[in-house]
């Protein structure tokens, strides 16, 4: 199974730049959205609108609410998400190429 976000939630993932040492994704989705399983190496991430996912892994559930603006460091990890709030999702990840890890089992990173 693909699990690079581009392959395989392709319809809310775009790459707005790469090159061989990050790669950069631009998120977007509606309220009531999931994504299927994916993988995300060691990123930031930066927060162009405010909204409420519930991230899910490994049979745990994370509910997160995130302000506009914000930048976070994720750690590589695994998941699937869904919008649960009332606002649009929309997001840039910079994924970073080097030293990129496989996700270990169960992390759904600091939010």
């Known amino acids: 199974m693909d699990l690079d976000p581009i392959s ?12 061989a040492r990050v790669r950069v994704l631009e998120y977007e ?7 299927t399983p994916h993988r995300h190496p060691d990123s930031v991430m930066v927060t162009l609108s405010s ?8 049979g745990r559930e ?6 506009a603006g914000a930048a976070r460091w994720l750690s590589a990890q ?4 869904e919008n649960i709030g009332t606002t649009p999702t929309h997001t840039v990840f910079v ?17």
Do not use: I, M
């Open 8 to 19: 395989s939630n392709g319809d809310s993932y775009r790459v707005v730049f790469e090159n």
């Open 95 to 111: 994924e970073l190429k080097q030293g990129d890890a496989a996700a270990p089992s169960g992390s759904l990173g600091p939010y």
């Open 51 to 58: 909204f409420r996912r519930r991230l899910s892994t490994g």
């Open 62 to 67: 994370v509910d997160v609410e995130l302000p």
């Open 78 to 81: 695994e998941h699937a998400g």
């Open 29 to 35: 989705d509606a309220p009531g959205h999931r994504t």
